[in-house]
């Protein structure tokens, strides 16, 4: 299994929560992203959203495990100043103690593709947390390719609007963003770029796990891994061991053999 640890995010301060400057970094078509919101309070008012990178870091199923760079997300313990703050109000009205156990809270994981074929990443909530989802419901072509421009707009939106602070691949997102986050993520878990791509935070926990699917035209999705969030803010991926085909698994097997009768003439012949 390969993991990744997603050094979450910078702490937000005053003057360096939104800038409307132009940034340097620019997310690219086939990134996905990961979209924190809450549907009440003082956090309905912005969503916090970061680019996590290429499709490919995620669905290698290498076995590998990784360090994602701090940089992109301003280190490991930034993710509860930023989100405390986000929702500041929530916390304070007695929802919740802390951004984690609010019950209005929500993240989810989507992405999109360059190639044309309508391919899209989704994430889908662990309920209970340790069962892995059913796949994500097939879509047609005309289906996907909806999904496919919402989640490019949403990457557009995303190129619009400066990152939190330099270096980073984060950043505060107003829920007035034409195209952004919360266009496609109007209503937490029930309205998504698919119904139900959002996991709910902590209340109930089993939205701390987002398994992540790759969707194609007319074919259920394709489990690729899954998201970990836990109460400290520490993000995790663990990506899904990839099987052999049984006609690779034939041919490994074969090979083996015939360098099993090779070397058996071999010690005849000497």
Request: hydrophobic share 40%; aromatic share 10%.
């Amino acid at each position: 299994m390969k993991k990744i640890q997603l050094a979450a995010f910078l702490v937000l301060t005053g003057a360096g929560f939104y800038q409307p400057t132009a940034h340097a970094f620019v997310a690219n078509p086939t990134d996905l992203f990961i979209g924190f919101q809450s549907v009440g309070g003082n956090g309905a008012a912005s969503a916090y959203v970061i680019d996590i990178g290429p499709e490919s870091l995620y669905t290698t199923g290498n076995g590998s495990t990784f360090n994602l760079n701090t940089a992109f997300y301003g280190g490991p313990t930034s993710l509860s100043n930023n989100l405390n703050t986000l929702f500041a109000s929530d916390v304070s009205a007695g929802d919740g103690t802390y951004w984690g156990d609010t019950q209005d809270t929500y993240w989810g994981v989507g992405g999109a593709t360059a190639n044309g074929s309508n391919t899209v990443y989704l994430g889908k909530p662990e309920s209970p947390v340790g069962t892995r989802t059913t796949a994500i419901t097939a879509q047609n072509a005309g289906q996907l390719a909806i999904i496919n421009g919402d989640l490019t707009n949403a990457l557009n939106a995303f190129n619009s609007i400066a990152t939190v602070n330099s270096g980073t691949q984060a950043q505060i997102q107003p829920t007035s963003t034409t195209n952004g986050w919360v266009t496609y993520n109007a209503n937490g878990a029930g309205a998504s770029f698919v119904a139900g791509n959002q996991g709910q935070l902590f209340v109930p926990t089993s939205g701390t796990v987002l398994d992540l699917y790759q969707n194609s035209t007319g074919s259920a999705g394709v489990y690729e891994g899954k998201f970990t969030i836990n109460s400290s803010g520490l993000i995790t991926y663990s990506t899904a061991t990839i099987a052999p085909e049984p006609s690779a698994l034939a041919a490994l097997v074969g090979g083996a053999g015939l360098l099993g009768l090779m070397r058996r003439r071999r010690a005849v012949v000497a």
